[in-house]
């Protein structure tokens, strides 16, 4: 695998950083996960506004967007597969044990692999664990992912592929890396970002094109929506078939199976929307 780093393509065994990278010795650091399918990268211009939203929110020096797009249209033209994730990956860069910052350079990492489509359905538990609506970092998409590591091991130890968080007032929030929609009277909804969740890519893009209503939803609306679906860069538009022991009738319901729809067709014409 060849990977963006300092400037250059490289083989990922001479991709070296530093062991006091800012980004490994505290998680001062931010990322995104873009759509790779035959050679274009899906919503890049948007995935690139959120790189910076990010960075600025972590204090980080404004990522250099032209090297960042230099680095993607390289590493995709290494690696023509049909389906990928790219990963970029900004740090604080390498620093001084103790410093609160990095020491002024940053440290960018652009890599791709191949991954397979995500089935049309899949199960989600639902965790005790909060995401913090008021936290410093909520909305960022930063580096420090353990918490969500922990919940991802829990749902896939029961079965299901995704955990999903309420915050810290008892609402509905987000899954480790999806957001989530629900339907409640035929009417679609999702949480707002006040609810602490990503300001996800498909999300927006979802809201746009479905008309679905930004609501604030209390945690057990799950017990009784009568639809809900995942939104994320790698499962686009992914219906919801069980809630921990609840199965939700024959998924993708109408709502969730138009919403997968619109969802295709205008991704499909638009590569970055
Ligand atoms: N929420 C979290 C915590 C995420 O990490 C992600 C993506 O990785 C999402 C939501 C979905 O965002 P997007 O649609 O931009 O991939």
Not at 140 to 167: C, D, I, P, Q, W
Request: hydrophobic content about 40%.
């Amino acid at each position: 695998m060849r990977i963006w780093l300092d400037g250059t393509l490289r083989d990922d065994h001479d991709a070296k950083v530093s062991v006091l990278d800012h980004g490994l010795t505290v998680g001062d650091g931010v990322f995104e996960t873009v759509k790779a399918q035959d050679g274009t990268l899906f919503a890049l211009t948007r995935h690139l506004d959120r790189l910076t939203r990010s960075a600025r929110g972590l204090g980080l020096p404004d990522p250099d967007l032209d090297e960042v797009r230099r680095a993607c249209a390289a590493v995709v033209a290494e690696h023509p597969v049909p389906l990928g994730r790219l990963r970029i990956t900004y740090t604080g860069g390498p620093s001084p044990l103790g410093s609160e910052r990095g020491d002024g350079r940053p440290t960018l990492t652009v890599a791709l692999g191949e991954t397979a489509r995500r089935p049309d359905t899949t199960a989600v538990i639902t965790v005790p664990w909060v995401r913090n609506e008021r936290s410093a970092v909520a909305g960022l998409k930063t580096t420090s992912y353990a918490e969500n590591v922990v919940a991802l091991a829990r749902a896939h130890g029961e079965g299901a592929s995704e955990a999903l968080f309420a915050n810290t007032v008892g609402r509905l929030c987000e899954g480790t890396g999806s957001n989530v929609f629900v339907v409640l009277d035929g009417e679609l909804h999702t949480p707002p970002l006040s609810s602490g969740c990503l300001a996800g890519i498909t999300r927006a893009l979802a809201v746009e094109w479905t008309g679905a209503k930004e609501t604030d939803l209390p945690f057990d609306v799950l017990e009784r929506a009568e639809e809900v679906f995942l939104t994320s860069t790698l499962r686009d538009v992914q219906a919801v078939h069980r809630v921990d022991g609840r199965t939700l009738a024959a998924a993708p319901g109408p709502v969730t199976a138009k919403a997968m729809r619109i969802f295709e067709e205008r991704a499909a014409s638009d590569i970055d929307p």
